[in-house]
């Protein structure tokens, strides 16, 4: 095995040890007081003073609750694509054969995601996919492909070479020590990867309505063209809830998996 | 010289059948000039630890890993028990050869016991014939089943992550076992105590076994045969350990065994092999011929000497077991100061004395034979 090349030697992200477990039970505690502090602060409103009826509308709790549904499939649908391109290629580029290979698809990544996503979404708008929610999800992707891609790759170069030596010395085929031996010892660190890539895009996402993708960033749109600060403010603390949401779901399902295969 | 004692040799010339046999096997990597290993051709005969020595990068590890395919050989032909390993596939081919290393490589995410029965498992054992396999193992190797099977190898130490990876080594039962400096990371202290719970564990599975070290003491102690590679990898000699230590074949092995071979012999030669001075057991001090005379305690135990022929004042007593060698013998004399060692039996009892004058006169006829 040859010593991995220099250039990428770390992942993006490091899997949290020690402060997980605590987070583990605080995270949905912050969640829940968000969500019902921005509950009651939008009961707590009078729209039918004058003047604020289209904020009404747009804090309306049915309209609120199909923007976020908007919202998870977008960060859903986007994140699933990025783990299914992802982790195959990574896989590939880690292996040996690859060479270096895998060091030049990264800064080509690292290229693709230094593009503001904002950009990227309008550009996309005058792709062949046109406005809606299939270029918002294309662009999410591009956005946020490189943190599992390079986990994943970073993860599978980091396991010892002394482990693949034995499984290969026992007699395992190098299908079965990629199963066996490397993706359990690696999964720690792509999750990792795919929990940046989840946050990112519930951040991202809310970019998605300016191509008439939906989601939550549609009210906070029109909330800051109507001037309304407080309104955009607190739609934008369910965004954040949501994003805490995500990361601690992906968190639940890392020990899971850590816990059949460790 | 002597009429009281006799060195005799050690004869393992009378090998079993080759159980590996290297056919005119080089290699040479790519983009290299140099073949890392050339022209080999050896034999290791069935049941018996040959040792692969020899100075950094002189092919020995390249030798033990073209054996299981792990590495190709460029040319020559690799028979194993008969069949080219070429002729099989390498995955199933190594599923048959136990391969312990250095690192010992135990799969972290893995207990000790599913490591011991990864090989089982592939081979598609049942589940309780693979959970019996493995307590067995862990006791072959000194480790209660009960209390590591479910443990991690974190929480081993090194010594006992390299027991679990011999235990892994032999866990299908595999004829022959490919050892890569399995001991060459571990303290000393730890490393003798590992050599000598090997060799019992051989004594018991008789493997056929390739063993590369880079330490002459354990080529030594472990080896049947012994294998020295010189630089360009090529074999220089291939005999037993006594012989590579008393007629190093050229320049290279001689500098390369160096002058420490005579004490190192000392430990080939088992007091068994010698005939001892017989000892009289008297409650008196009463000289008895030109017998040494020793005192029992009330127990029955060996308690001092009384009387030893050709001194005026009886030395201290030391003793050393029956089994073993002769370097045991002459440490506790060289510790004592004492002229003479009572050799005692599996039982206590005495055997006879062995002395210092009459032992190095031996040696001295053995190195001019």
């Known amino acids: 095995m040859t010593a991995p090349p220099p250039t990428i030697t770390r992942p993006i992200v490091t899997p949290l040890r020690k402060r ?39 804090l309306d709790f049915g309209d609120l609750l199909s923007q976020f549904g908007q919202h998870a499939y977008l960060v859903g649908v986007s994140t699933v694509v990025v783990v299914i391109i992802s982790i195959p290629l990574g ?111 519930v951040g991202t996402a809310t970019l998605a309505t300016y191509i008439g993708a939906g989601g939550l960033g549609t009210p906070i749109l029109s909330m800051l063209k109507l001037g309304r600060a407080d309104a955009a403010f607190a739609v934008a603390a369910l965004v954040t809830a949501l994003a805490l949401f995500v990361d601690w779901l992906a968190a639940v399902v890392e020990r899971l998996v850590r816990g059949s295969s460790a | 010289m002597s009429e009281t004692s006799e060195i005799t040799t050690s004869d393992d010339t009378a090998a079993g059948r080759p159980m590996i046999a290297l056919e005119g096997v080089s290699k040479t990597y790519p983009g290299q000039e140099r073949p890392a290993v050339e022209e080999l051709e050896f034999e290791v005969p069935e049941g018996k630890i040959v040792m692969l020595i020899g100075p950094s990068g002189c092919g020995k590890t390249t030798t033990l890993k073209m054996m299981n395919r792990l590495i190709e050989p460029t040319t020559g032909r690799i028979i194993l028990d008969g069949d080219d390993v070429t002729s099989v596939n390498a995955d199933q081919l190594r599923r048959r050869i136990g391969y312990v290393i250095q690192q010992v490589g135990l799969f972290p995410h893995m ?61 299908a039962d595999p004829p022959v076992m490919l050892m890569d400096e399995p001991f060459g990371a571990i303290d000393p202290i730890t490393r003798d105590r590992l050599q000598d719970e090997f060799l019992e564990v051989q004594r018991q599975v008789a493997k056929t076994i390739c063993f590369v070290t880079h330490d002459l003491t354990e080529a030594v102690k472990l080896g049947d045969r012994i294998a020295i590679f010189g630089t360009g990898g090529r074999l220089r000699q291939y005999d037993t350990p006594d012989e590579i230590l008393t007629n190093p074949a050229d320049e290279f092995v001689a500098q390369f065994v160096g002058g420490g071979a005579a004490v190192r012999r000392l430990s080939l030669l088992d007091i068994a092999r010698l005939k001892l001075d017989e000892v009289v057991v008297s409650a008196t001090d009463s000289p008895a011929g030109n017998h040494p005379v020793l005192a029992l305690d009330d127990a029955g135990k060996p308690d001092r000497w009384l009387h030893v022929p050709g001194t005026t004042e009886a030395p201290p007593l030391v003793t050393v077991p029956f089994t073993g060698t002769v370097y045991d013998a002459v440490d506790v004399m060289l510790d004592s100061r004492a002229p003479l060692v009572l050799v005692l039996g599996d039982d206590g009892a005495p055997r006879g004395a062995l002395r210092w004058d009459a032992m190095v006169g031996d040696l001295r006829a053995r190195g001019n034979a």
């Open chain 1, 20 to 58: 997980r477990s605590l987070a583990l039970f605080v995270t949905p505690a912050v969640v829940a007081v968000i969500v019902i502090g921005v509950v009651l602060w939008i009961n707590a409103q009078d729209f039918t003073a004058p003047g604020r009826a289209p904020e009404g509308r747009a």
């Open chain 1, 91 to 201: 896989i590939l580029l880690s292996r040996k054969s690859a060479g270096r290979l895998g060091d030049a698809v990264l800064s080509i990544g690292g290229f693709l995601q230094a593009l503001p996503p904002f950009g990227v979404i309008i550009l996309m708008a005058f792709s062949p996919l046109g406005f809606g929610a299939g270029s918002a999800i294309v662009a999410l992707v591009i956005a946020s492909f490189l943190p599992v891609l390079t986990n994943t790759v970073v993860g599978l170069r980091a396991v010892e070479p002394s482990y693949i030596e034995a499984a290969r010395g026992m007699g395992m085929s190098a299908g079965m020590t990629l199963r066996l031996v490397e993706l359990p010892l690696a999964v720690p660190v792509m999750v990792a990867g795919i929990r940046v890539a989840l946050v990112l895009n």
């Open chain 2, 111 to 171: 207990s000790i016991g599913e490591n011991i029965g990864m090989v089982p498992k592939m081979l598609g054992w049942e589940r309780q014939r693979i959970a019996t396999r493995v307590d067995e193992l862990l006791h072959l190797v000194g480790m209660e089943p009960g209390e590591y099977r479910d443990r991690y190898p974190r929480q081993l130490s090194g010594g006992q992550q390299q027991r679990v990876g011999v235990a892994r080594g032999l866990a």
